[in-house]
T-cell receptor, first 116, second 115 residues
Framework: GESVGLHLPTLSVQEGDNSIINCAYS??????FIWYKQESGKGPQFIID?????DKRQGQRVTVLLNKTVKHLSLQIAATQPGDSAVYFC???????????????FGSGTQLTVLP | NAGVTQTPKFQVLKTGQSMTLQCAQD?????MSWYRQDPGMGLRLIHY???????DQGEVPNGYNVSRSTTEDFPLRLLSAAPSQTSVYFC??????????????FGSGTRLTVV
């Protein structure tokens, strides 16, 4: 089956630097993408999403870029802080056949560590 | 508190035992789902429901049953626990397209160990 994968399992950055987490997807039917943050012992937390009709979307200190040509997604975190240390998952979404719900496929995650 | 509530947070089972993981949401979301998360892997969909009385299988449904008698509750039943079911289980809910904006809200998880 089609899957979502991440380029790097771990990423270490200095506090204050920018972080970039990459993700590749393969399902051409996916039209909605989400980045989640998961801290140890907690459930995934929504960070930012983007629809396939957009190339870029910005939030507070985070930016998601979507390149549909190469099926690539990235999450940029500006001025990375110790509280940003977590596992980050990208997820791609496509409609279920029922139409009213959506399927969500997760990548395996990238562990971001912020160094002091 | 609004959100998705899962109980218990931790559970140890013996092989062959059965149990039910509880999940409740108070956001009037139509869509609910169960995922399992294993080390080094992303979340994999076990079962999902698009509304009360409607359930369907996800990617890894074997060994699990679900039911959706109310909008709020979506319990996951392990019929005969096996060591391969040792994992962290997450329940999630989201509104349907008809309800407007779409996104998943996750519970805090149930850590299950089968010995």
């Amino acid at each position: 089956g089609e899957s979502v994968g991440l380029h790097l399992p771990t990423l270490s950055v200095q506090e204050g630097d920018n972080s970039i987490i990459n993700c590749a997807y393969s399902n051409s039917a996916s039209d909605y993408f989400i980045w989640y943050k998961q801290e140890s012992g907690k459930g995934p937390q929504f960070i930012i999403d983007i629809r396939s009709n957009m190339d870029k979307r910005q939030g507070q200190r985070v930016t998601v870029l979507l390149n549909k040509t190469v099926k690539h997604l990235s999450l940029q975190i500006a001025a990375t802080q110790p509280g940003d240390s977590a596992v980050y998952f990208c997820a791609e979404s496509s409609p279920f056949s029922s139409g009213s719900a959506r399927q969500l496929t997760f990548g395996s995650g990238t562990q971001l560590t912020v160094l002091p | 508190n609004a959100g998705v509530t899962q109980t218990p947070k931790f559970q140890v089972l013996k092989t062959g035992q059965s149990m039910t993981l509880q999940c409740a949401q108070d956001m009037n979301h139509e869509y609910m789902s169960w995922y399992r998360q294993d080390p080094g892997m992303g979340l994999r969909l076990i079962h999902y429901s698009v509304g009360a009385g409607i359930t369907d299988q996800g990617e890894v449904p074997n060994g699990y049953n679900v039911s959706r008698s109310t909008t709020e509750d979506f319990p996951l039943r392990l019929l005969s626990a096996a060591p391969s079911q040792t994992s962290v289980y997450f329940c999630a809910s989201s509104p349907s397209f008809r309800q407007g904006s779409w996104g998943y809200t996750f519970g805090s998880g149930t850590r299950l160990t089968v010995v």
